[in-house]
């Protein structure tokens, strides 16, 4: 029996959720083992793979060390990881949900305080004065040293946060926060304020592949397998297919017309872009041809895959 292809996905929560609707858009059912509690499984029309259900944080560092091939977790999570992202994990594709913003956040009462440059004069005042770096609070160290570096701002320290980081400067514990924020509510509710160049990173959840694991040719034909079909159901949300009884010689200008904007020939008809189909089937109308249906493909397979060339590329390598 050959080794399945590993994919990660998370085990709870929102993210949980979102992960197993896009799975189904793409006809492919998580099925766990044990029931809604287990913590394994396989995808329902997908042969050839094995399901691990783990904590967003375990998938980024399962990714990191090879022992899964694929996994969904939030980039954030995958950036904040030691050492080079891209000698690590390949992030193969961006799902549209699960964002979130990481951003440097400072009271609301530092009212000249709006940008960078504002806290670097800050920070710099604060440590001729009092002889102490003024102190941020995260749990995102490798990225607030990096965006601080990017910056110029060097008086510092950083003030590792286990819990609530938005809490940290009413507690005392820090002046500012690094952290994660969707809406920046909670922010709101604790008297800080994101500053106006403090976004460090937009993040959402990613499909991303393992460069550490160990990937064997059957492997990377599921790999290929799951990656066509997500694109292929991607690529027929963004397009919608116009159909009509062939009249020959008629309307043949409007269709090369519409052929050099992007639409692409079918049987009877064209494949276009979604947004453009209510402007084509009139033009295709006025130029004679009709009736014109026009319906919302399942896929779209092309013949092209950019996951899986940039996969293949990106094990090349290694």
Not at 135 to 163: M, P
Not at 277 to 300: H, I, K, N, Y
Request: net charge negative.
């Amino acid at each position: 029996m050959t080794a399945p292809l590993i994919i990660a996905l998370p085990s709870k929560g929102r993210l949980k959720e979102q992960v197993e609707a896009w799975l189904a858009d793409c006809a492919l059912k998580l099925e766990a083992d044990g029931g809604a509690r287990g913590y394994s499984g396989w995808l329902k029309g997908l042969d050839g793979a094995q399901v691990r259900l783990l904590s967003a944080g375990d998938i980024a560092e399962a990714l990191d060390a090879g022992e899964v091939h694929l996994g969904v977790t939030g980039e954030d999570l995958m950036r904040e990881r030691p050492g080079d992202l891209s000698a690590r994990a390949l992030l193969l594709r961006p799902l549209g949900f699960g964002r979130a913003d990481l951003v440097v956040a400072t009271p609301k009462s530092w009212l000249d305080v709006a940008t960078m440059a504002d806290l670097e004069e800050v920070a710099h005042d604060i440590l001729a004065r009092t002889g102490r770096r003024i102190r941020v609070a995260t749990k995102y160290i490798l990225q607030t040293r990096a965006f601080f570096a990017r910056h110029g701002l060097v008086d510092y320290r950083i003030v590792e946060s286990g819990g609530a980081t938005e809490g940290a400067p009413a507690a005392g514990a820090a002046e500012l926060v690094v952290d994660i924020t969707t809406t920046g509510a909670t922010l709101e509710a604790n008297g800080l304020k994101v500053l106006d160049d403090g976004v460090i990173l937009k993040s959402q959840a990613q499909l991303a592949a393992s460069l550490r694991a160990m990937w064997t040719a059957d492997q990377m034909a599921v790999a290929e397998a799951l990656l066509r079909q997500v694109e292929a159901r991607a690529a027929a949300r963004r397009s919608a297919t116009l159909t009509w009884p062939e009249i020959p010689g008629a309307g043949d200008a409007v269709v090369e017309a519409l052929v050099a904007r992007g639409a692409t020939r079918r049987p009877n008809g064209l494949l276009v872009a979604a947004d453009d189909v209510a402007e084509a089937g009139r033009a295709l109308s006025r130029a004679g041809l009709g009736p014109v249906t026009a319906a919302q493909p399942d896929f779209v397979f092309e013949t092209e895959s950019p996951g899986w060339t940039h996969l293949q590329a990106a094990l090349s390598k290694n």
